[in-house]
C-alpha cells in the first residue's frame, strides 16, 4: 500500500506563490498517474489538476489553469504543484492521490489519498 504525505501548505497572500510536494513511499510511483485534489471548508472535495505517469500529459480544472503546474519527478518519488497568483478562494486542504492506471481517465479514478496540507491566502 503507497503511502502519500503532502508538505508545502502554509499561509500566503493574495498574489503570491507556493509550492506543494508530494512524497510516495514504495515502487509503484512511476507507474500510476498522480493527482491534486482540494477541500475548502464547507464544500466537497474537488479536483484540481492531473499528470500522467511519464509527466508527459497534463489536466487542470479551468480555475487553476494558467496559475497552477503539475509536475512529477519519478526519480524521487514526488509530486509537485506550484500555485501561483493565488486568490482567496483557492483556501483550501490539498490533497494528493495516487491513480489506479498510468494515463488519466476520470478524476474518480484515484484510489490512495495523503492526509492533506493546509493552504490559506488572504486577502
Known amino acids: 500500500q503507497v503511502q502519500l504525505v503532502e508538505s508545502g501548505g502554509g499561509l500566503v497572500q493574495a498574489g503570491g506563490s507556493l509550492r506543494l510536494s508530494c512524497l510516495a513511499s514504495g515502487r509503484t510511483f512511476s507507474s500510476y498517474a498522480m493527482g491534486w485534489f482540494r477541500q475548502a471548508p464547507g464544500k466537497e472535495r474537488e479536483f484540481v489538476a492531473a499528470?500522467?505517469?511519464?509527466?508527459?500529459?497534463?489536466y487542470y480544472t479551468t480555475s487553476v489553469k494558467g496559475r497552477f503546474t503539475i509536475s512529477r519527478d519519478n526519480a524521487k518519488n514526488t509530486l509537485y504543484l506550484q500555485m501561483s497568483s493565488l486568490k482567496p478562494e483557492d483556501t483550501a486542504v490539498y490533497y494528493c492521490?495516487?491513480?489506479?492506471?498510468?494515463?488519466?481517465?476520470?478524476?474518480?479514478?484515484?484510489?490512495?489519498w495523503g492526509q492533506g496540507t493546509q493552504v490559506t491566502v488572504s486577502s
Open positions: 499528470i500522467t505517469w511519464s509527466g508527459g500529459i497534463t
Open positions: 492521490a495516487k491513480g489506479r492506471t498510468p494515463a488519466y481517465y476520470s478524476q474518480t479514478d484515484f484510489g490512495s
